[in-house]
Nanobody
Framework: QVQLVESGGGLVQPGGSLRLSCVVSGTIFSIYAMGWYRQAPGKQRELVAS???????NYADSVKGRFTISRDNAKNTVLLQMNSLKPEDTFVYYC????????????WGQGTQVTVSS
């Protein structure tokens, strides 16, 4: 069974930085495109950054130039470096694979709360 464990969130002031980490176990991690998603209470989850198995990245317009996604296939880990954080980046952040016509999401982890506030 695949497990996703996110960590690294917290409370940070506007303009600050955080680095999120997601460790994936129970699968061949390296073959999947991975994404970081975020969700506010009662709202739909949105994809903010993705990375393919070969390392190509893509970002939502709202985070472009501020967030950087990376992966370490040897450690089954996907990272999200978040700089220049804004109050509107306050969400619970989750990682998961990118769903395709061939497979859907794994069961979601517990996520990690990011709160940007002065």
């Amino acid at each position: 069974q695949v497990q996703l464990v996110e960590s690294g969130g917290g409370l940070v002031q506007p303009g600050g930085s955080l680095r999120l980490s997601c460790v994936v176990s129970g699968t061949i991690f390296s073959i999947y495109a991975m994404g970081w998603y975020r969700q506010a209470p009662g709202k739909q989850r949105e994809l903010v950054a993705s990375i393919t198995s070969s390392g190509s990245t893509n970002y939502a317009d709202s985070v472009k130039g501020r967030f950087t996604i990376s992966r370490d296939n040897a450690k089954n880990t996907v990272l999200l470096q978040m700089n220049s954080l804004k109050p509107e980046d306050t969400f619970v952040y989750y990682c998961n694979r990118i769903a395709t016509v061939s497979w859907s999401y794994w069961s979601w982890g517990q996520g990690t709360q990011v709160t940007v506030s002065s």
